[in-house]
């Protein structure tokens, strides 16, 4: 499945469960510009629906995780997160065990992968030459 | 007579102590002209041996035992040990240009009165293991330096530095809160005026 499918892909919307709402929409955020409406931003908005479809309620949050200016709307872990979440719901039912497989995966890798940064045999030995030993110096008392 | 602030050390296979005076002890530096090839992995460096006449452990004592006992584990829990150099009192009393250091100055330092130095009284023969007796010395809290603790007891082992003679309580607490005092001094922008009388 290419990413290009996600992004026409609408969510799941046969699933719901009692904490996860699909992603009901997904798109460009509006650029700030105000000399043209029309033109997209670098961010994605992407919108959930809080209340099941059968309440007759139209509660949604919205959130684009884009920068404006110096402000950074989300932290990166709460962006990663809800990245995460967002393709998740994308994904049709038919990638999820595909999804699995790859988390157990990722979870191997990075669970072994401290031990092997801070082993010191990672550390190659490199070639010196000893000079001759020389008495430490002494460094008399001065006035500050 | 027994000394009342030194005892001699234990023998070499031992835990290293708190403010346990070693003498000889090697440190390596990277060359001064090396330093630049020393971040770049490819090229060689020059190591230069710096001997210390004699060094005064800086560490934790508990911490010593802890890392002590791992070690015997093939485990380590202090992978450096922390050092005082401690230059003879004589040598640090010389002055450099010719002017002398004036006496009142040299006595608030011998009296431990200057936060920035600890002196150290002559050890008696009998609190020294290695029976020779140890020079007044100075630490200047301003100089330490940290070896890899493996190093430093492949040293003792092999005898290339030698274990003297460690301070007893109440003047082991003495010089480490000391230290641990000037370390720990906040510098401030400008100091608190009085009003002239």
Redesign the interface.
Same mark, same amino acid.
């Given at each position: 499945m290419s990413p290009l499918d996600l992004m026409s892909y609408k969510g799941r919307q046969e699933v719901f469960s009692g904490h996860a709402s699909p992603t009901t929409s997904w798109k460009r955020c509006e650029a700030n510009h105000e000399d043209d409406a029309n033109a997209e931003g670098d961010g994605w908005n992407v919108t959930f629906l809080l209340t099941p479809p059968e309440d007759g309620l139209q509660a949604y949050f919205e959130i684009c995780p884009s920068e404006y200016g110096n402000v950074r709307p989300l932290s990166v872990e709460a962006s990663t997160r809800l990245l995460c979440h967002m393709l998740t719901h994308q994904l049709p039912a038919r990638g999820l065990s595909e999804l699995l497989g790859s988390l157990f995966e990722m979870k191997s890798y990075y669970g072994e992968a401290p031990s092997a940064l801070t082993s010191s045999q990672e550390f190659e030995p490199i070639s010196c030459s000893m000079l001759e030993p020389e008495a430490a110096p002494v460094f008399p008392v001065t006035e500050e | 007579m027994d000394s009342q602030i030194y005892t001699h050390s234990p023998n070499f296979n031992e835990c290293l102590r708190q403010a346990e005076i070693v003498s000889g002890i090697?440190?390596l530096m990277v060359?001064e002209s090396s330093l630049a090839s020393a971040i770049d992995? @490819?090229?060689?460096?020059?190591?230069?041996? &710096? &001997?210390?006449?004699f060094a005064i452990v800086m560490t934790q004592g508990c911490d010593l035992v802890q890392d002590f006992n791992a070690r015997a584990k093939n485990e380590e829990q202090v992978p450096n040990v922390l050092f005082c150099?401690l230059? @003879?009192a004589e040598?640090?009393?010389?002055?450099?240009n010719g002017s002398e250091?004036p006496s009142r100055?040299?006595k608030r330092?011998q009296q431990n009165d200057d936060k920035r130095?600890h002196f150290f009284e002559a050890a008696p023969q009998d609190a020294d293991a290695a029976n020779e007796g140890l020079p007044e010395l100075t630490a200047?809290f301003k @100089?330490y330096f940290t070896m890899q603790t493996a190093f430093v007891y492949r040293q003792l082992k092999d005898g290339t530095a030698k274990r003297r003679c460690e301070l007893k309580s109440p003047y082991l607490e003495h010089f480490s809160f000391r230290f641990a005092f000037f370390l720990g001094r906040i510098g401030l922008p400008e100091p608190h005026q009085s009003e002239p009388a």
């Open positions: - | 090697i440190q060359a992995f @490819r090229r060689p460096i020059a190591v230069l041996p &710096v &001997v210390h006449e150099p230059p @003879r040598a640090l009393k010389r002055p450099r250091i100055d040299w330092i130095y200047d @100089r």
